[in-house]
């Protein structure tokens, strides 16, 4: 089992930046595939980025590439996402995932990721 928790999200200026967090605990003694998804109301979730286990491969979603950035940190069992340039249309849950293995097959798909957290809201304004 692992569990996730999200932190960071908040209210924000268009333009402006914010850094999430994931924790993960329980099964931490490997490393997983992880990543980011974020669903607005009365929207499915959707992807917004990957990381592999190693942190040598990131994915993004079209809407996010070049103002969005995942890292991790292995030895604090933390994911990290990176927020600039934040747009009213970012507004949304944002939620991170893990694969609960070292291999993803299609990183966009929720459905390959085991763990969820329970979201943290992020809310930009215009």
């Known amino acids: 089992q692992v569990q996730l928790l999200e932190s960071g999200g908040g209210l924000v200026q268009a333009g402006g930046s914010l850094r999430l967090s994931c924790a993960a605990s329980?099964?931490?003694?490997?490393?997983?595939?992880m990543a980011w998804f974020r669903q607005a109301p009365g929207k499915e979730r959707d992807f917004v980025g990957y990381?592999?286990?190693?942190?040598?491969?990131?994915l993004y979603a079209d809407s996010v590439k070049g103002r969005f950035t995942i890292s991790r940190d292995n030895a604090k069992n933390t994911l990290y996402l990176q927020m600039n340039s934040l747009k009213p249309e970012d507004t949304a849950v944002y939620f991170c995932a893990c694969s609960g293995s070292i291999i993803v097959g299609l990183q966009s798909n929720p459905h390959n990721y085991y763990y969820w957290g329970q979201g943290t809201q992020v809310t930009v304004s215009s």
């Open positions: 990381i592999s286990s190693s942190g040598s491969t990131t």
């Open positions: 329980g099964r931490t003694d490997r490393t997983y595939a």
